[in-house]
Every structure is written in structure tokens, then in C-alpha cells.
């Protein structure tokens, strides 16, 4: 049996600053004595710790606080200064990037279109993306949320052909990308990284179990389990696109990385060939959906048709859902994507009343209520998250 390990003064002292900086990051500028107040210290441990993390760099003072007569107070606030983070989100269409100090705060945005043919190197089309945000200094840690997996046991991307990704395909990725950007980066999954981000600002706070369904041109999940993301042996748990689903060509029958499964029964691309199939128009699958939407609400024939259509995806929809929560028992599932989203409550409703007639479980099921692109937002949170983690223990002085 081992013997606790006693504290060592640098250790107290790291505790105390974390505690100091997180109690920053969360409630904004205070004052020493409510740093004291809310992390337990001593009114001269709290001074002595306040002037540690100003040497540090990282606590800057923020004005004075009008008290009583004749009191003031000084303000400290996290030095935004201190880091800076990125986030990558990449598409075949374009590279969306973002940056941001170490508080949060969005510094910089940046969309590079990528052509049919992409020219010159990977590394040199991620730099432009990064540069064109205008990062105020040098990054601590950069996400790139990609449509496919890194499997941890080869560090190769997978779960796409080099037709889907181009230029990704190479051995050692992420230490490539790490030595091309100058920065230390990681490579996620984008639909993992939308969970993440429903997680800590959406529909699934404070749920430690969920499954997030991204049903949009392509399929996918994330599957988050006592608050961890699951990613399987081979990065690819939530690669739903490919489950075998009745009423759909299997593997065996249309090819490896082809139509089949789900995504052949569920992709965006079936939706808005189905929905034409009841008279529902749309220049594209999320326009079909809002359409039949908004048609199912009025009378008579058209109407009619239109509820069929959306029935007909939900049940298609609940499906795979159903296969899922079987084996996953999920408290939550939380719906996203340009289908389900166009087709908004009442898609999600039927989606909820089909899955509960076919499973024993009966989940709760919401739509995302993360604004913006959820890819960015979730690569960004975890690169802060790094970030933070890398400054923060830079004020352990060792004895």
C-alpha cells in the first residue's frame, strides 16, 4: 500500500492559481478579496498569489471598484494576451478557420474557399486559412474538425477515400501538421466536435450520456458516455453512415465506402429525391424539408402529402436510432444537421414518436441549440481547453 503524497509547497501554490484563474475565467474581473472568498485563501496568500500571476503574465489589472466612502478596490481579469487558440473546420468546400485569446474572446475569422482541385500542399492551404484570421501572436494550440477519424492505432485518417480528403492520407498526420503549422494541433472528428460543443453551451449540458445525430448530405454521430466521448478502437464509434440498415444495399452489395446503410436510406440527397416523390419541391434537400414543413400545416391534398413525406423520413430516421439506442441506452439524443433542423419541431416530434414505438427506452430527444457553425465552436472550446491546461501550469515554480 502506498503512502499519500504530501503536498509540497509548489503543488499549494498551483492548486491556488488554477482555482484564482478559473475563478477569473468564470466570473470576470474581481477584486482580492473576492478572489480570497470564493478560493478559500487568506488575504495575504490572495496578494501574494495575484502578484505571482502578474509576473506570470497572466492576471492584468482591470480599474478600481467603487466601495464605501473613501474605499476602492483594484479589479484583476485574466490578461487575454496570454494565449491564444484555433480552430479548423475543413469541408471540400472550404476551410472555415477561427481564433481566440485565452479568455474566449473571438479574435479572428477566416473562410478559405478550397476548389474542386485544391492547389499546392495541405500544410501551406491550413497556414493560409490561420493566417487570414489574423492570429495577434503565436498559437498555443490549434482543432481541426475533419469529416473523417484519426485511428489511434495507425495515426491515419480514416473513415475516407483521399477522393473525399486530398492530401490527407499520409503517415504520422497529426505530427505533420504539427510541424508544418509550428503549433502543437489535433485532429478530430467534426461530428465528435459538434457533441462537444452541444455538451458544454447546448442541448446536452449537464447529460454525461447522449448520442448527437448529424443528419445532413452525409450521416454521422458522436457518442458520448459518462461525460467522455467514445471513440472505438479505431476512431470511427458513431460512423453510423455505414450501419447496416434494412430497406438499404449493404456493403457486400454496392462497395466499402459507396452509397449503402444508412446513409443510403437517410443522406440528404435521398431526402430531397424522396420528398419530390410526394410533390414536394426544394433546389435542395433543406429547402424540400422546410417546404414540406410549412405545406404539411395547410389542408387538403398537398397537405396530405406532405405529412407522409416528413413521417416517412422520420421513419426512416428512427431506424438507425432505434439500432442505436438498443445498445447504448441513451438518456438524450439531441438531433442536428440540415435535415433535421430545416425540418425543425415538427420533424423532431415525429422522429420521437417513431423511435419510441420501436424501442423499449424511450430517450429524450432535442434539436441542437448551438448558434453558428458547431464544428468551429467545439474545435475551439477544446483547444482552449489545452491551451489553458499548457499556461496554467506555467506558474508551478519548482522547490
Do not use: C
Not at 14 to 27: P, T, W
Not at 170 to 192: F, H, K, M, Y
Not at 278 to 301: E, L
Amino acid at each position: 500500500m502506498s503512502s499519500p503524497v504530501p503536498g509540497t509547497p509548489s503543488l499549494l501554490r498551483a492548486i491556488n492559481d488554477r482555482a484564482a484563474l478559473q475563478a477569473l475565467l468564470e466570473r470576470g474581473p474581481l477584486t482580492r478579496p473576492e478572489i480570497g472568498a470564493l478560493t478559500g485563501l487568506s488575504k495575504p496568500t490572495a496578494s501574494q498569489l495575484l502578484a505571482r500571476l502578474q509576473e506570470a503574465g497572466l492576471v492584468v489589472l482591470d480599474g478600481i471598484r467603487e466601495g464605501l466612502p473613501g474605499r476602492t478596490a483594484e479589479l484583476y481579469r485574466i490578461n487575454p494576451a496570454a494565449a491564444y487558440a484555433g480552430a479548423l473546420d475543413v469541408t471540400p468546400g472550404r476551410i472555415e478557420a477561427r481564433i481566440a485569446d485565452i479568455t474566449g474572446t473571438i479574435v479572428g475569422e477566416h473562410v478559405l474557399p478550397t476548389p474542386r482541385r485544391p492547389p499546392g500542399e495541405l500544410v501551406d492551404r491550413l497556414n493560409a486559412a490561420l493566417a487570414g484570421a489574423g492570429p495577434p501572436g503565436p498559437l498555443r494550440q490549434v482543432v481541426i474538425g475533419v469529416q473523417a477519424a484519426i485511428d489511434p492505432s495507425t495515426g491515419r485518417l480514416g473513415y475516407a477515400t483521399a477522393k473525399d480528403m486530398p492530401g490527407w492520407h499520409i503517415p504520422d498526420l497529426v505530427p505533420t501538421l504539427s510541424r508544418g503549422l509550428g503549433v502543437p494541433v489535433a485532429v478530430e472528428n467534426n461530428v465528435n466536435l459538434v457533441a462537444l460543443a452541444e455538451q458544454a453551451h447546448g442541448a446536452a449540458h449537464d447529460h454525461p450520456d447522449f448520442v448527437l445525430l448529424w443528419a445532413d448530405e452525409g450521416i454521422g454521430s458522436a457518442l458520448v458516455l459518462g461525460g467522455r466521448m467514445h471513440r472505438g478502437a479505431t476512431g470511427g464509434a458513431g460512423e453510423v453512415g455505414y450501419m447496416p440498415t434494412p430497406g438499404a444495399p449493404t456493403a457486400r452489395e454496392a462497395g466499402r465506402f459507396a452509397n449503402h446503410g444508412y446513409q443510403a436510406l437517410t443522406g440528404g440527397q435521398v431526402v430531397l429525391k424522396l420528398l419530390r416523390s410526394y410533390g414536394v419541391r426544394g433546389t435542395d434537400f433543406r429547402q424540400a424539408v422546410a417546404n414540406a414543413v410549412r405545406a404539411a400545416q395547410g389542408a387538403g391534398p398537398r397537405a396530405d402529402d406532405a405529412r407522409a413525406g416528413l413521417r416517412d423520413i422520420a421513419a426512416r430516421l428512427a431506424v438507425g436510432l432505434a439500432a442505436i439506442t438498443s445498445v447504448v441506452d441513451p438518456g438524450l439524443i439531441v438531433l442536428t444537421g440540415g435535415v433535421v433542423l430545416s425540418g425543425g419541431q415538427t420533424l423532431r416530434e415525429l422522429i420521437e414518436h417513431e423511435l419510441h414505438a420501436l424501442t423499449i427506452p424511450r430517450p429524450q430527444v432535442r434539436l441542437s441549440t448551438v448558434d453558428g457553425n458547431p464544428v468551429l465552436a467545439g474545435a475551439l472550446d477544446l483547444a482552449l481547453a489545452t491551451a489553458r491546461d499548457e499556461v496554467f501550469r506555467s506558474t508551478v515554480v519548482p522547490t
